[in-house]
């Protein structure tokens, strides 16, 4: 029989499970920052023997190949320490909040133009008023094309053209809204 007295019961380490769990939680850390552009990787605190490594991955393109680097690269990531995987984490979700905030701020302006290409005037009124720094008379003459292209099914010219216009006009009011709110 086995001595009790021979296993150490004091044992504080992590499971096996919980390694591979974590383990896993790095491989797909890895795999984010090889899907990064040059951009997105430049804003995310690496050395740069690490940055070397995420660029070898992104260059792979063979998928066994590729998942293979990636397995590499997430090797290297667990010799880092939590508070370097920990930055890592943060720059990925503040990307990731940054781009859900962009793709929000484009459904507003897409709502926008369907507004204006629907009521007309009153929409127009609508967001002139929230908008004062907009040229009204160029805004309702997009408006005007933009109809009557789509009753022609002709191509968007007049659509892509109020939306960039709008857009712009979105823009310049969150810049004044941020600049205003440093100021307080």
């Known amino acids: 029989m086995h001595d009790t007295d021979d296993f150490d019961d004091d044992f504080t380490g992590p499971s096996r499970s919980q390694l591979r769990r974590d383990a896993l939680d790095i491989f797909k850390l890895a795999e984010a920052l090889a899907s990064l552009s040059d951009a997105q990787l430049a804003r995310v605190p690496l050395d740069d023997d690490l940055r070397e490594e995420v660029l070898r991955t992104r260059a792979v393109t063979s998928h066994i190949a590729r998942k293979r680097q990636t397995q590499f690269l997430a090797k290297q990531m667990r010799k880092l320490d939590d508070e370097a995987l920990e930055a890592i984490r943060k720059a990925l979700a503040h990307d990731r909040v940054a781009a859900h905030r962009e793709a929000a701020a484009l ?22 008023a929230a908008h004062p720094s907009v040229d009204r008379q160029h805004l309702r003459q997009l408006v005007r094309n933009a109809v009557a292209e789509r009753k022609a099914n002709k191509p968007p010219h007049a659509q892509r053209e109020l939306f960039r ?10 810049g004044e809204t941020s600049a205003d709110d440093e100021a307080d």
Request: hydrophobic share 55%.
């Open 107 to 128: 459904h507003r302006v897409e709502a926008w133009r369907e507004r204006l290409l629907e009521e007309g005037d009153d929409a127009l009124a609508e967001f002139v």
């Open 165 to 174: 216009v709008l857009r712009d006009a979105a823009a310049a009011a969150a």
